[in-house]
């Protein structure tokens, strides 16, 4: 059994908006990335999964059991950062962790002290006048401060500044080494990248790939540039490789008498065994990064950089 399922999830909000059909698992002791921009439908799964909203169709589930209908036994057992930090108003930093600890029923004081020193976190002062920065720190805080098997996070770094991002992203490492089951929502590829066992992309509402994140880097199709030592190197390889079983020539750049080609590993021996015949000016490997994985799905976003808005 799953520790998280999602089956076929649909809510639309008219218009196009909502999520539609949308399922995955997570099973215990992994790292699930939900990567996608804004308004892609993250936080309508996630609120979904953590009972607050009723499926139009479809259903999630924790520790088998229904996510709406078991809502407060979930809130108990599952560490969750919500994507909007919404805190109660006219208490101070440590009456809601007070707050958090009765509604979790749980109270780990050497956990809570662990966290407040790692997240450089007060807790001292009233919520309304905290700044975003230490609002999302709290809300960390408090997702983690009972230990919990299971966590769910809404985008837990946005707010951030870098340096907390990385200390949240080291954590999370942490976390994943000391067995817990996680679901980390985001729009940012590094922390997916750096953190995930699994991935799921979504757009539009609708999961669009869906995949095990070692089998990417690990792919046995790589890219590789070979730059040559002059024009006529370049068109006798452009000639003679142009409809090759062993290779494809993805990209040719003339000015510079180099191509980017594309080959299975199968194959690499006797690429570089042809190759040894061409004067060479560089051999380059092309590491296939996530964005650029991810890119292939986002073609139409002109103006990302790093994160899609
Ligand atoms: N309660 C709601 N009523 C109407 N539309 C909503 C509601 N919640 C979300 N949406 C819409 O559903 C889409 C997905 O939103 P959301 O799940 O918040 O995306 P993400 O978390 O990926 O940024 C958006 O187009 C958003 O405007
Ligand atoms: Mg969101």
């Given at each position: 059994?799953?520790?998280?399922?999602?089956?076929?999830?649909?809510?639309?909000?008219?218009?196009?908006?909502?999520?539609?059909?949308?399922?995955?698992?997570?099973?215990?002791?992994?790292?699930?990335?939900?990567?996608?921009?804004?308004?892609?439908?993250?936080?309508?799964?996630?609120?979904?999964?953590?009972?607050?909203?009723?499926?139009?169709?479809?259903?999630?589930?924790?520790?088998?059991?229904?996510?709406?209908?078991?809502?407060?036994?979930?809130?108990?057992?599952?560490?969750?950062?919500?994507?909007?930090?919404?805190?109660?108003?006219?208490?101070?930093?440590?009456?809601?962790?007070?707050?958090?600890?009765?509604?979790?029923?749980?109270?780990?004081?050497?956990?809570?002290?662990y966290l407040l020193n790692l997240f450089e976190l007060n807790p001292e002062g009233e919520t309304k006048r905290m700044s975003l920065g230490v609002k999302r720190k709290l809300a960390v805080v408090t997702a983690f401060m009972n230990d919990p098997q299971v966590l769910i996070l809404d985008e837990p770094t946005s707010g951030l500044d870098p340096v907390m991002q990385e200390v949240f992203v080291e954590f999370i490492e942490q976390e994943k080494e000391r067995g817990k089951t996680i679901l980390l929502s985001s729009h940012i590829f590094g922390e997916v990248d750096a953190t995930c066992d699994k991935i799921a992309i979504i757009k539009d509402g609708k999961i669009v790939s869906d995949f095990v994140a070692n089998d990417l880097k690990h792919a046995s199709e790589k890219k590789y540039k070979i730059g040559f030592a002059d024009s006529s190197v370049y068109e006798k390889f452009l000639r003679t490789f142009e409809h090759a079983q062993i290779l494809d020539i993805i990209e040719k750049n003339p000015s510079n008498y180099a191509v980017t080609i594309a080959t299975d590993d199968k194959y690499i021996s006797e690429v570089i065994n042809s190759l040894s015949k061409y004067p060479l000016k560089d051999f380059t490997h092309i590491k296939e990064t996530l964005e650029d994985y991810f890119m292939q799905y986002y073609k139409e976003d002109k103006d990302y950089g790093g994160a899609l808005h």
């Open positions: 059994m799953s520790v998280i399922e999602v089956q076929r999830l649909t809510k639309d909000y008219g218009s196009g908006r909502g999520v539609f059909d949308v399922s995955f698992s997570v099973e215990e002791g992994e790292v699930f990335g939900f990567l996608g921009p804004n308004g892609a439908g993250k936080s309508t799964t996630i609120r979904h999964l953590m009972g607050f909203s009723k499926p139009q169709s479809g259903n999630t589930r924790i520790f088998g059991k229904d996510t709406f209908e078991n809502y407060c036994d979930i809130l108990g057992k599952v560490g969750y950062i919500p994507g909007e930090i919404a805190l109660p108003t006219g208490l101070t930093g440590w009456e809601f962790i007070r707050m958090m600890q009765n509604l979790q029923k749980c109270r780990n004081d050497e956990r809570l002290e």
